[in-house]
């Protein structure tokens, strides 16, 4: 197992380069100067328009449920497990980065959830299907259609074999065996896989059922779950991490000065590990996207199912995803951690994961450490459950794309899917970040190719839309 976490550990050090991260970066910095810093000036007019659904669009369900199941897809282990993963590889500079690419990533977002709709596809029964695929297709052109089918590719891959199962299922199992058996005391031993507690065994089997029963209902059922739990869940984790740091305030200024030398400063390195700011640069930029998944082409996939007539319009509720999962959520898990200290006492422990940010909540919050480690767990749990379910749409709308909506294909990766969910337990923590790293950075390469492309459309739909607004010719 070692000598394989050492190969995927070279994969996801070549995939995750510096080419791919400036790519990322260049490409939020592209589109940012093209839509003339929208993210900032339009951002109130994002937040609005985010629970005000449009009258009369095309499409299959609302804004605010296409919005929310992209954000159950984005709000899950990465707001909680990936920052402290970050943080403790690449020092409280991780977090930073994690900004700052979530900040340029608003605009790539923008700019998915614009072509999304642009560029969809929608059938006589309403059904909508678009996404990088066809932008690439449609937007750049049939001779760049291989491109479209590569995204694909690498989107069921990262739904069955990362980011939509494996990682999120195995947070979920630890965060579950850290709150009911953290000792390990209750165990039985598993033919082929080894002994594992009772606790992580149950939780598997507990959460592939209900993940069936509601994978059964497609979309609407998925944003309709997305619309209830993502809100309620999200609200409970801010106001856990505002109590910790408010408790913490005094604090707080030394640990942004902290986070920002991080950033630069070689020391930040965790372990003592000699290197640059680039390892800081390169966990938070690859968390980060891990997390809003800003440049990854996931989103716009959901964007495309909203009932709109507008590109702008649905670009701009889009963005918002990002601001709230990484520049709100994300930032408050990365300040707790670093206000409490949990990142110094996990690499002198070895604590990893979920263990790092339920040692954060122990410590920064006035209840006793049960309850926090509860609150901690129930929001990972949920998170991470919506996330599945998300990535589950993701990739059964690639799949749809490559194999020309086979309905037998469709249901047999469904089945799949929910196989990966129940095996997701057993599988190594360092292994499964690694795995999902790798088909992120996959997938992101021929969305960010085809965002570069279309950067021009963009600029053009967005510069007509708010000429239109200004005369009164759009829907407020």
Not at 96 to 105: R, T
Not at 131 to 159: H, N, Q, R, S, T
Not at 286 to 312: H, W, Y
Not at 322 to 329: Q, R, V
């Amino acid at each position: 197992m070692e000598k394989f976490n050492e190969i995927l550990t070279a994969i996801d050090d070549f995939v995750w380069g510096v080419p791919l991260m400036v790519l990322i970066m260049a490409g939020g910095l592209l589109l940012t100067i093209r839509v003339g810093l929208l993210q900032v000036r339009k951002l109130p007019l994002a937040l609005k328009w985010m629970v005000k659904n449009e009258e009369g669009g095309e499409g299959e369900v609302s804004s605010f449920a296409a919005l929310c199941t992209a954000l159950s897809a984005t709000i899950g282990t990465g707001n909680i497990v990936g920052v402290a993963t970050a943080i403790v590889a690449g020092g409280p500079g991780a977090l930073f980065w994690m900004v700052v690419a979530a900040f340029l990533g608003m605009a790539t977002k923008y700019a998915e959830g614009l072509l999304a709709v642009k560029y969809r596809v929608v059938d006589e029964t309403g059904h909508s299907l678009g996404g990088p695929f066809y932008y690439i297709e449609k937007g750049m052109g049939d001779k760049w259609k291989w491109l479209a089918k590569l995204f694909a590719f690498f989107g069921v891959c990262a739904g069955l074999l990362g980011i939509g199962t494996f990682t999120q299922v195995n947070g979920i199992s630890s965060a579950v065996k850290g709150f009911f058996d953290p000792k390990g005391a209750h165990t039985i031993d598993i033919p082929f896989l080894g002994e594992y507690s009772i606790a992580v065994v149950v939780a598997s089997f507990v959460l592939a059922i209900v993940v069936a029963l509601v994978l059964i209902g497609g979309i609407k059922r998925i944003s309709s779950v997305s619309q209830i739990i993502v809100p309620f869940m999200a609200i409970i984790y801010v106001i856990a991490a505002l109590i910790l740091i408010i408790r913490n305030i005094t604090e707080v200024p030394d640990a942004v000065v902290t986070i920002v030398k991080g950033a630069f400063n070689p020391q930040a390195v965790a372990g003592g590990v000699a290197g640059t700011f680039i390892i800081a640069m390169q966990k938070g930029v690859a968390r980060g996207i891990f997390s809003n998944e800003a440049g990854l082409g996931s989103a716009p996939i959901a964007a495309a199912a909203a009932q709109t007539k507008e590109p702008v319009r649905q670009g701009l509720v889009s963005m918002t995803g990002t601001f709230l999962d990484t520049i709100i959520i994300c930032s408050m898990t990365g300040i707790s951690i670093v206000l409490t200290g949990a990142n110094e006492y996990a690499q002198a422990n070895g604590l990893e994961g979920v263990d790092v940010t339920t040692y954060a909540f122990k410590q920064g919050l006035p209840f006793p450490e049960q309850v926090s480690a509860a609150i901690l767990m129930l929001c990972l749990v949920f998170f991470a459950f919506t996330t599945i379910l998300g990535w589950d749409y993701y990739s059964e709308r690639c799949l749809e794309y490559l194999n020309g909506g086979n309905k037998k294909g469709i249901m047999l990766f469904r089945w799949l899917y929910i196989l990966a969910v129940f095996i997701g337990p057993y599988m190594t923590v360092k292994a499964v970040w690694t795995i999902a790293d790798i088909f992120n950075g996959m997938m992101a390469l021929p969305n960010m190719i085809a965002l570069f492309a279309l950067s021009g459309v963009v600029a053009k739909e967005t510069k007509d839309f708010f000429k239109r607004r200004k005369a009164g010719e759009v829907e407020e």
